[in-house]
């Protein structure tokens, strides 16, 4: 197994790294023993170390000091400062690890020592629960056996895809994103349940649920999403009348138009833009 007897740290201790944590040990794929972990937020840091049993260092240079894989989980602006306070004290063929959204790989490379291994990921929340939807690229520095590392955790937390590096800033305005959608989605559905007399709870939770039974159809049964919503549509019944105010409601262009402008955000994070 790749990360046998590795020790991977994350700079970075907020909503994604402990995902990636969470996910990892309940996979088995790592012993919490063999997790770092550095944040500003000390506070925070200790409470996750205290929750999942890895150890948190209030040093970076003393995490990547220690560490064979390094994951940035940091604010893309954050990243220029981290990798300079590092650099000194990365070790040949680590494996460095971004989940910093719009940062390239380039970038990267160039503020760490020459042909590190470098590799960029795009994961999502719902790593937390072990449905996470993550793709990756990889630097001119990485071989087979990094990307195994990158792959083998990502995959643990869910679907893992490898995609050309120009592509991410898409992923992350589609997967990256799309939780919030979802969400958004199933408290309005959940909304327009209690409009119509369900208890708010109940609502809840058969709007959740069909989202994820829809989910899993199209993964399961590998059809066109358009085949199975017309499977549902029966002539004159009520989910084309429910799909007519939909359509009419562009909620297609809407979601479209969320994507883009999600994509086009992470390429301004990544030029600098705040």
Same mark, same amino acid.
């Given at each position: 197994?790749?990360? *046998? ?25 790592? #012993? ?17 170390? &205290? ?29 220029? #400062? ?8 990365? #070790? ?10 719009? !940062? ?37 520095? %990485? ?31 589609? *997967? ?9 989605? !199933? ?23 069909? /989202?994820?039974?829809?989910? &899993? ?9 358009? &085949?199975?919503?017309?499977?549902? %549509? ?29 994509? &086009?955000?992470?390429?301004? /994070?990544?030029?600098? #833009?705040?």
């Amino acid at each position: 197994m790749p990360l *046998s007897n590795k020790i991977v740290g994350f700079i970075g201790a907020g909503n994604m790294a402990e995902a990636l944590i969470k996910s990892m040990i309940r996979g088995k794929l790592i #012993k919490p023993s063999n997790i770092l972990a550095s944040d500003i937020n000390t506070e925070r840091g200790h409470k996750l170390a &205290k929750t999942y049993k890895f150890q948190f260092l209030e040093d970076n240079k003393e995490l990547v000091s220690q560490a064979d894989v390094v994951v940035y989980a940091v604010k893309p602006f954050m990243m220029e #400062k981290v990798l300079a306070e590092v650099f000194n004290f990365v #070790k040949r063929q680590q494996v460095h690890i971004s989940i910093a959204a719009g !940062i390239s790989l380039e970038f990267i490379e160039m503020n760490l020592p020459t042909d590190t291994p470098v590799i960029r990921v795009m994961p999502n929340t719902p790593c937390l629960v072990g449905a996470g939807a993550s793709a990756y690229s990889v630097g001119k520095a %990485t071989g087979q056996e990094q990307e195994e590392i990158v792959k083998n955790i990502l995959d643990c937390t869910g679907v893992s895809v490898k995609v050309e590096e120009h592509l991410l800033n898409a992923v992350t305005g589609l *997967s990256g994103s799309g939780p919030a959608y979802a969400f958004l989605i !199933i408290e309005a559905l959940a909304d327009a349940g209690v409009k119509a007399g369900l208890q708010r709870d109940v609502a809840v939770t058969l709007a959740a649920q069909t /989202l994820l039974g829809s989910a &899993k159809m199209v993964l399961d049964s590998k059809e066109h999403p358009a &085949k199975l919503k017309d499977m549902v %549509t029966t002539p004159s019944g009520t989910t084309i009348a429910g799909l007519h105010v939909l359509e009419n409601g562009r909620l297609r262009g809407v979601l479209i138009d969320a994507v883009s402008a999600a994509a &086009k955000r992470a390429g301004e /994070l990544g030029s600098g #833009k705040k």
